[in-house]
């Protein structure tokens, strides 16, 4: 498994603003991705994060609003730009290692947009 | 597409009681299959996993769940519950090969246990 930290674990932002989300493994993970969880909902993924190139984004998730960065194998940022209340949510940070079938999760950066 | 159905929104159970929580997927393929728990505040532990082999698994916590291919199913099991067992526990499915690491989470299902 995999030690993972996320910064901030919460934060309240005024709409307009912009939040960056740093996640930090303490070994050299395979993939790394980043998820939303909305309030009372399950979890949704936002984007892969790719070393060295720009993450692949999932359906309705898109750069200019969550761009996202890894430069090497054990970090990786997401910012939720431009931010609304609508973007109120935890967003969770989560990697692979070794051949990637299992997935381990961050605590969560508990967002709320007033 | 990938789909996982949770059918329970919430659970309660007495604690020492017994526990199953559903699950169904749907993949043209036999798929890998998770179950997290989050407990409130928390971030996601993973509990168990299947991929391959035998259709019943071990996980942490005292928990199983079993792998019914004619089913689609992958229920969550516990024989006696606690009280610290109370958390939302979430369904997983990763369709592996190209889509290998995605995984696509039902809504959850809520456990409460009372004393």
């Known amino acids: 498994s995999a030690v993972i930290s996320q910064k901030p674990s919460r934060d309240i932002c005024q709409r307009g603003t912009s939040l960056t989300i740093q996640c930090q493994v303490d070994?050299?993970?395979?993939?790394m991705f980043w998820y939303r969880q909305q309030p009372g909902q399950s979890l949704t993924l936002i984007a892969t994060a790719n070393q060295g190139s720009e993450a692949t984004y999932e359906s309705g998730f898109v750069i200019d609003k969550f761009p996202i960065s890894r430069p090497n194998l054990t970090f990786s940022t997401l910012t939720v730009s431009n931010m609304s209340p609508e973007d109120s949510s935890i967003y969770l940070c989560?990697?692979?290692?070794?051949?990637?079938?299992?997935?381990?999760f961050g605590p969560g950066t508990r967002l709320l947009v007033l | 597409a990938q789909s996982v159905t949770q059918p329970d929104i919430h659970i309660t159970v007495s604690e020492g009681a017994s526990l199953e929580l559903r699950c169904n997927y749907s993949y043209g393929a036999t798929p890998y299959l998770f179950w997290y728990v989050q407990s409130p505040g928390q971030g996601l532990q993973l509990l168990l996993k299947y991929f391959s082999g035998d259709t019943l698994v071990q996980g942490i916590k005292g928990f199983e769940a079993e792998f019914k291919r004619s089913q689609s199913s992958f229920n969550l099991r516990k024989p006696s519950v606690h009280w610290s067992d109370a958390a939302e526990y979430f369904c997983a499915v990763e369709g592996g090969g190209s889509t290998l690491g995605r995984l696509y989470f039902g809504r959850g299902t809520q456990l409460t246990v009372w004393p």
């Open positions: 989560s990697v692979t290692t070794g051949s990637g079938e299992t997935q381990y």
């Open positions: 070994s050299q993970v395979t993939m």
